[in-house]
């Protein structure tokens, strides 16, 4: 029977669990006494040999790298982090909730959103043609690229809500950062204060880290051996350490809080020293790159996480509520919006936050600025919001200007992104080897 039992096989044993002999790592060990086999292997063909296999290669069989102990491990991490976010949102009273995944527009405004479109018909499936041009919902639809919105709806009859669900991102970056796929974890308040939200940020995930670090899976992922086939005692040492330096900076008190004027000053202070080449020169109008956003990080952080607040509404969505901060401009247009991300030292942008506007007039005016209504609509300039019609001009949005329309809230939020803080916990780089399933830009075999 010995001879079947090649890497794969499943098997059922019984035997005797008996303590392991001085000088043994574990601490008991199984003493065989009857091995059946449940689930044969052919130890020829079987993708997954018992030698060095590269993060690539098991990209391309992800159904068994499931099998593998370090993506176990990844799943128990990702399992244990869900229950403390859960545990952490409960005992702070918000509202759990499951928003859609279709949905009738594009949240962030950027046009990188999956259309859904149904097969119909025996032949169009296996052809790949869509027959018809009946939309199925009446108008197109789209996978959700963000919860956001549709939290929103709640905030008035809840005042703290969240959500961890599927995103979907139709964009074509082919990047250790990105997926078409992926979990976002997303609250929203009652507030009037960009500082609360950012509070709320930083107690979640101090909370996770803490939490992670003394769990069973923690532990197992310092002592985990999974880089190189040639691992030494060193090399592991070095990764453990690169582990507990970031569980250590989540775990301090009072992350840097910098504002993006104070940023891009920083930055173009950094530009005359020679030792220091940026691909891309600051500019305040363009945002951060992510070799910007790895060099405030280093710098301020020191360790930390930084937030940076106060971008420009410009790279920004039209939803944000403007800042209260008077900024010293580079330029006389130089405005701004309540909101920060979040940057995590080598990982970068990984939370990105706002007040949202919650008045009906100037949040028309936005969507007409980021060519989401048509700009001829006609506002009543009455004095309440309540009081101001409808145009007879649609929009997919219609629904989320009635949020405003009747009775709106100052309230602001977040989304995290659940897959990249994983993997900035668990040492991955890769954000497609922390996802089961990972589906990005001509990838999606399973």
């Given at each position: 029977m010995h001879q079947s039992l090649g890497t794969g096989t499943a098997v059922t044993i019984s035997g005797l669990w008996r303590r392991s002999p001085p000088g043994k790592e574990q601490s008991h060990e199984l003493h065989a006494e009857d091995v059946t086999i449940v689930g044969a292997t052919d130890p020829e063909s079987y993708p997954i040999q018992k030698k060095y296999h590269s993060a690539e290669y098991l990209r391309t069989v992800p159904h068994l790298r499931l099998r593998t102990p370090f993506h176990a491990l990844l799943a128990r991490?990702?399992?244990?982090?869900?229950?403390?976010?859960?545990?952490?949102?409960?005992?702070?009273?918000?509202?759990?909730?499951?928003?859609?995944?279709?949905?009738?527009?594009?949240?962030?405004?950027?046009?990188?959103?999956?259309?859904?479109?149904?097969?119909?018909g025996k032949g169009d499936l296996l052809s790949g043609s869509s027959a018809g041009t009946d939309e199925f919902f009446r108008d197109p639809k789209y996978l959700t690229v963000s919860s956001q919105l549709h939290l929103e709806a709640f905030v008035h009859e809840h005042q703290k809500v969240w959500a961890l669900s599927p995103?979907?991102?139709?964009?074509?970056?082919?990047?250790?950062?990105?997926?078409?796929?992926?979990?976002?974890?997303?609250?929203?308040?009652?507030?009037?204060?960009?500082?609360?939200?950012?509070?709320?940020?930083?107690?979640?995930?101090?909370?996770?880290?803490?939490?992670?670090?003394s769990s069973e899976a923690g532990k197992e992922l310092l002592a985990v051996k999974h880089t190189t086939e040639a691992d030494t005692a060193k090399e592991m040492s070095s990764r453990?350490?690169?582990?507990?330096?970031?569980?250590?900076?989540?775990?301090?008190?009072?992350?840097?809080?910098?504002?993006?004027?104070?940023?891009?000053?920083?930055?173009?202070?950094?530009?005359?020293?020679?030792?220091?080449?940026?691909?891309?020169?600051?500019?305040?109008?363009?945002?951060?790159?992510?070799?910007?956003?790895?060099?405030?990080?280093a710098e301020i952080g020191q360790g930390s996480p930084v937030?940076?607040?106060?971008?420009?509404?410009?790279?920004?969505?039209?939803?944000?509520?403007?800042?209260?901060?008077?900024?010293?401009?580079?330029?006389?247009?130089?405005?701004?919006?309540?909101?920060?991300?979040?940057?995590?030292?080598?990982?970068?942008?990984?939370?990105?936050?706002?007040?949202?506007?919650?008045?009906?007039?100037?949040?028309?005016?936005?969507?007409?600025?980021?060519?989401?209504?048509?700009?001829?609509?006609?506002?009543?300039?009455?004095?309440?919001?309540?009081?101001?019609?409808?145009?007879?001009?649609s929009s997919n949005l219609d629904w989320y200007v009635d949020l405003r329309r009747y009775g709106s809230v100052p309230h602001g939020g977040f989304g995290l992104g659940f897959d990249r803080l994983l993997g900035y916990l668990a040492g991955v780089d890769n954000v497609r080897d922390?996802?089961?399933?990972?589906?990005?830009?001509?990838?999606?075999?399973?």
């Amino acid at each position: 029977m010995h001879q079947s039992l090649g890497t794969g096989t499943a098997v059922t044993i019984s035997g005797l669990w008996r303590r392991s002999p001085p000088g043994k790592e574990q601490s008991h060990e199984l003493h065989a006494e009857d091995v059946t086999i449940v689930g044969a292997t052919d130890p020829e063909s079987y993708p997954i040999q018992k030698k060095y296999h590269s993060a690539e290669y098991l990209r391309t069989v992800p159904h068994l790298r499931l099998r593998t102990p370090f993506h176990a491990l990844l799943a128990r991490l990702r399992s244990d982090c869900e229950f403390y976010v859960s545990a952490f949102f409960r005992t702070n009273q918000y509202i759990r909730l499951h928003p859609p995944v279709i949905t009738s527009s594009d949240c962030e405004g950027a046009g990188e959103v999956f259309t859904l479109r149904p097969k119909e018909g025996k032949g169009d499936l296996l052809s790949g043609s869509s027959a018809g041009t009946d939309e199925f919902f009446r108008d197109p639809k789209y996978l959700t690229v963000s919860s956001q919105l549709h939290l929103e709806a709640f905030v008035h009859e809840h005042q703290k809500v969240w959500a961890l669900s599927p995103t979907f991102r139709a964009e074509k970056s082919d990047t250790p950062r990105h997926l078409s796929e992926f979990y976002m974890l997303e609250a929203e308040l009652r507030t009037e204060s960009i500082d609360s939200v950012m509070d709320l940020v930083e107690d979640l995930i101090r909370d996770v880290a803490v939490q992670v670090q003394s769990s069973e899976a923690g532990k197992e992922l310092l002592a985990v051996k999974h880089t190189t086939e040639a691992d030494t005692a060193k090399e592991m040492s070095s990764r453990a350490e690169v582990m507990i330096r970031r569980w250590s900076g989540l775990k301090r008190k009072f992350w840097p809080r910098i504002t993006y004027s104070e940023a891009i000053k920083l930055l173009e202070a950094a530009t005359h020293d020679p030792q220091i080449v940026f691909r891309y020169k600051p500019n305040w109008h363009s945002g951060l790159q992510l070799e910007h956003e790895k060099f405030i990080a280093a710098e301020i952080g020191q360790g930390s996480p930084v937030f940076v607040t106060d971008y420009p509404k410009s790279v920004k969505p039209f939803y944000m509520l403007p800042s209260d901060v008077k900024t010293i401009a580079m330029d006389d247009d130089a405005s701004t919006a309540a909101c920060f991300d979040l940057l995590l030292p080598e990982a970068c942008e990984v939370v990105g936050g706002s007040l949202r506007e919650h008045r009906l007039k100037p949040l028309l005016r936005a969507m007409q600025e980021h060519s989401l209504l048509p700009v001829a609509r006609s506002e009543d300039h009455t004095s309440g919001n309540a009081s101001l019609a409808k145009s007879p001009e649609s929009s997919n949005l219609d629904w989320y200007v009635d949020l405003r329309r009747y009775g709106s809230v100052p309230h602001g939020g977040f989304g995290l992104g659940f897959d990249r803080l994983l993997g900035y916990l668990a040492g991955v780089d890769n954000v497609r080897d922390v996802a089961p399933w990972p589906r990005y830009y001509g990838k999606c075999d399973c």
